[in-house]
């Protein structure tokens, strides 16, 4: 079984803070990993991807990968109230179908 | 121009009754995927296609069919629909599937079609 799992939250934080959501794995075949942001009745938007040990920093995100303890996390800086949403990890073996978590959702409080 | 177009955005209809999804990807990607979202926003994969070859088939019942008629679409059909049909179904593409270049695998998802069986 591959999964992936997620605390389903709600992860509350105020604004200007920095949120941090987890997300582990099972599959050690998982060669990529994945954030997606989707907003209440809207589709899943890539936020990062990584695929190397180590953090990868794009703007306000960092993605942070550990594939010894099958580790992935992402953190956001100066959280905004625009960033409340539900934030799904995803890992994927050898390029196929991502296998999703049930996502975490956020709240950016003002 | 929108990248992954789905029709219909929602779609309202009785047991037993058939109907399709219709995904249109303009993005020159190889690869075309059906994913199913329940009510609990668990987000699992149904099917995949790359270059009109079906290449993923989770444990989905088989009245659902997908339909590659090229490379830029992918169809769902369903049968005799049921009350546990009803979910949001995201179509999505990628430029290549089974690639280690992680930009190839990036997928990029439509807008969904809300189903709803009654």
């Known amino acids: 079984q591959k999964e992936v799992e997620q605390n389903s939250g709600p992860l509350s934080v105020p604004e200007g803070a920095i949120a941090s959501l987890n997300c582990t794995y099972s599959d050690r075949g998982s060669q990529s990993f994945f954030w997606y942001r989707q907003y209440s009745g809207k589709s899943p938007e890539l936020i990062m991807s990584i695929y190397s040990n180590g953090d990868k920093e794009d703007g306000r995100f960092t993605a942070q990968l550990n594939k010894a303890s099958q580790y992935v996390s992402l953190l956001i800086r100066d959280s905004q109230p625009s960033d409340s949403a539900t934030y799904l990890c995803a890992g994927s073996n050898s390029g196929y179908a991502l296998n999703f978590g049930k996502g975490t959702s956020l709240l950016v409080t003002p | ?118």
């Open chain 2, 1 to 118: 121009d929108t990248a992954v177009s789905q029709t219909p955005k929602y779609l309202v209809t009785q047991m037993g009754n058939d109907k399709s999804i219709k995904c249109e990807q303009n993005l020159g990607h190889d690869t075309m995927y059906w994913y199913k979202q329940d009510s609990k926003k668990f987000l699992k994969i149904m099917f995949s296609y790359n270059n009109k070859e079906l290449i993923i088939n989770e444990t989905v019942p088989n009245r659902f069919s997908p339909k590659s008629p090229d490379k830029a679409h992918l169809n769902l059909h369903i049968n005799s629909l049921e009350l546990g049909d009803s979910a949001v179904y995201f179509c999505a593409s990628s430029l290549r599937t089974g690639d280690y270049l992680l930009a190839k695998n990036i997928q990029y998802f439509g807008a969904g079609t809300r189903l709803s069986v009654l």
